[in-house]
């Protein structure tokens, strides 16, 4: 049960096809709702909820009689059907303690999605009591979550400073009683603060500056595990490269680790498969082909071109952090293809809207650079877009042994289920060479590859996404770990945020039902204990752990989780806000948003 000292007595809503009834309080102090009653509809689809949570307050004489236990009324959100265009077709507490998502898709990689920052649970008293954010809202200074740290100050363009919170739940409390965020936009300067011990660990060193940081013995660096690929494509319905000797020759003669570290910089490594290995299933096979232009030159013969071809490189004129230098990589193909097929290539840079729109169509006749980094930590989410029967025109015609056993991997409900399948495909592009992986690197820029910390600092961990854990963290002697990122967090409502800098700093605080280990994409339980799907993956239940404290107290339970999901899901919903309600990590894992405003 939640506080007792504050209740939020709701009113009846009925909100673009949705009734929300709560019952009466009898506290006199309870705050009134903070939106009026609305009807919007006159069929609505029933969305029901309950009191707050109470939990005990301490008595001052003279003794009052205990107040009656209130029943836990579970809140509902149901869409009237699948028209609307997103993935969730109702959220709902079943009891207390177990909540249900049902979905109008078969959801493969909902424990992956529901691990990222974004979908952070916080006190449904206080997303109500803050109105969902807007200008000067408090929940955008300071959420009311469950995690190791809470926030305690921040000011606005010096830090952000959390304590340790002592009812955390989970065995991994802080291990320091507080933890201080500062940022600055210059690599010199974090190295530099870092160096004289100002901070004691820094975001995003400069590739340049690896070599120094090595070489002090005082320092460690830290390379984050890689989430993306550059590719060399090749459409198979454009001659030569129907042909299958053709691109299995092209694979042999590139000396991809060549490419280290001059024409790719400093973290990249050098692809044994196209999914990077820290994604469950995603290097399981035959590792790719390697070096070997007398073979790839005798494959070249046998398909037809003893004396080689003229074709084109394509490639966009952005820098991403898969492909930091990309007229460079392009360069240094065209040579090793003409040093090791006789193949004359052109180079074609293109404005980035154009290539990308060439590429989906099927329009890019010859070669051409291109990369992914991972929406979510799985191998279909490289897989599938790529080689998938739903891929785009990009690499020509799938190949059935490809499509196939990704078909049937999207029907088991584990990693070790999907394993053999997963084999299969990678040994299918291994033998068909649909494109070329070449190397795995940044995510977004090429400095995300990296962190940097001070040896003092026990147990340092860096995580792929960037979502570090500092409650593991320990500095003897001390009792504050100040860290400096790039960039200032631009809320604390990390519901409305996708910014790395952003959410990191939500993820001390706020905590979701599973999680990213420290260092790695694996999800595991967090405020669930069990995310469980149906035999077709269209409905996941998950049970709550109990007795987990919110910051402010109050204890978590399905309504929470439900109220935490529904006011970014639903756009009619009053608070449905934010910082400034694109909510994008919503609409890009889960579709449209439910009665989102015609265009």
């Known amino acids: 049960m939640k506080r007792s000292s504050i209740l939020t007595a709701l009113s009846k809503l009925v909100l673009g096809g949705f009734v929300l009834v709560a019952c009466n309080f009898p506290n006199p102090t309870a705050i009134p709702s903070l939106q009026p009653p609305v009807v919007l509809s006159a069929t609505p689809v029933v969305l029901s909820t309950g009191p707050a949570k109470v939990t005990p307050v301490v008595e001052t004489q003279p003794t009052l009689a205990p107040t009656p236990a209130i029943s836990f009324k579970p809140l509902s959100v149901s869409a009237p059907d699948c028209a609307y265009g997103g993935e969730f077709k109702s959220i709902q507490a079943l009891d207390q303690y177990t909540v249900q998502f049902e979905f109008c898709r078969p959801q493969v990689a909902f424990r992956e999605k529901i691990a990222f920052p974004s979908f952070g649970v916080q006190a449904s008293e206080w997303l109500e009591q803050t109105g969902g954010g807007g200008t000067d809202s408090p929940l955008l200074q300071k959420p009311v979550g469950t995690g190791p740290y809470r926030v305690e100050e921040w000011r606005a363009g010096e830090q952000l400073r959390f304590s340790a919170f002592s009812d955390y739940w989970g065995d991994d409390k802080a291990s320091l009683p507080n933890l201080v965020f500062r940022w600055h936009t210059a690599h010199a300067q974090r190295l530099l603060e870092l160096e004289t011990?100002?901070?004691?660990?820094?975001?995003?060193?400069?590739?340049?500056?690896?070599?120094?940081?090595?070489?002090d013995p005082r320092l460690s660096l830290l390379i984050r595990p890689s989430l993306s690929v550059v590719f060399l494509g090749m459409n198979n319905t454009y001659p030569p490269y129907d042909n299958q000797l053709v691109r299995q020759a092209i694979a042999l003669a590139i000396d991809r680790q060549a490419m280290l570290p001059d024409v790719l910089p400093p973290g990249f490594e050098v692809a044994s498969f196209f999914t990077p290995c820290v994604i469950p299933n995603g290097c399981v096979g035959q590792a790719w082909h390697g070096f070997d232009p007398q073979k790839a030159r005798e494959l070249l013969i046998a398909a037809g071109y003893p004396d080689g071809f003229r074709s084109q490189l394509s490639y966009r004129n952005v820098v991403r952090g898969y492909l930091p230098q990309p007229e460079l990589l392009a360069k240094f193909i065209q040579a090793q293809l003409k040093e090791n097929l006789n193949l004359s290539v052109d180079l074609i840079a293109l404005e980035s809207s154009e290539f990308l729109n060439a590429a989906d169509t099927g329009q890019l006749p010859g070669l051409f650079l291109s990369g992914w980094g991972a929406d979510y930590p799985t191998a279909a989410n490289f897989l599938y877009p790529h080689f998938g029967a739903g891929a785009t025109k990009m690499l020509g015609n799938t190949f059935p042994d490809i499509t196939e056993p990704l078909k049937q991997a999207a029907l088991r409900l584990d990693d070790q289920s999907r394993q053999p399948y997963y084999l299969a495909a990678n040994q299918a592009i291994f033998e068909h060479v649909p494109l070329i992986p070449l190397a795995h690197g940044g995510w977004a820029l090429p400095e995300d590859r990296a962190a940097a910390f001070s040896r003092s600092v026990q147990n340092v961990s860096v995580n792929p996404y960037g979502l570090e854990r500092f409650a593991g963290m320990s500095l003897p002697?001390?009792?504050?770990?100040?860290?400096?990122?790039?960039?200032?967090?631009?809320?604390?409502?990390?519901a409305d945020e996708t910014d790395v800098d952003t959410l990191r700093a939500c993820a001390q605080a706020v905590e979701t039902l599973y999680q990213f280990p420290a260092d790695g994409v694996q999800p595991q339980p967090a405020l669930a204990s069990l995310c469980e799907p149906n035999n077709d993956q269209t409905v996941w239940t998950c049970k709550l752990r109990t007795g987990v404290k919110f910051h402010d107290g109050s204890l978590l339970d399905a309504n929470d989780v439900v109220l935490s999901l529904v006011v970014q899901w639903?756009?009619?919903?009053?608070?449905?806000?934010?910082?400034?309600?694109?909510?994008?990590?919503?609409k890009d894992f889960w579709g449209a948003f439910l009665n989102a405003p015609a265009p």
């Open 197 to 215: 011990g100002e901070v004691q660990g820094i975001d995003r060193p400069t590739p340049l500056d690896y070599a120094e940081i090595q070489s």
């Open 477 to 494: 002697g001390q009792d504050t770990l100040v860290w400096m990122q790039s960039a200032q967090p631009l809320s604390l409502y990390c």
């Open 570 to 586: 639903d756009a009619s919903n009053p608070l449905h806000k934010g910082r400034n309600g694109e909510f994008a990590y919503f």
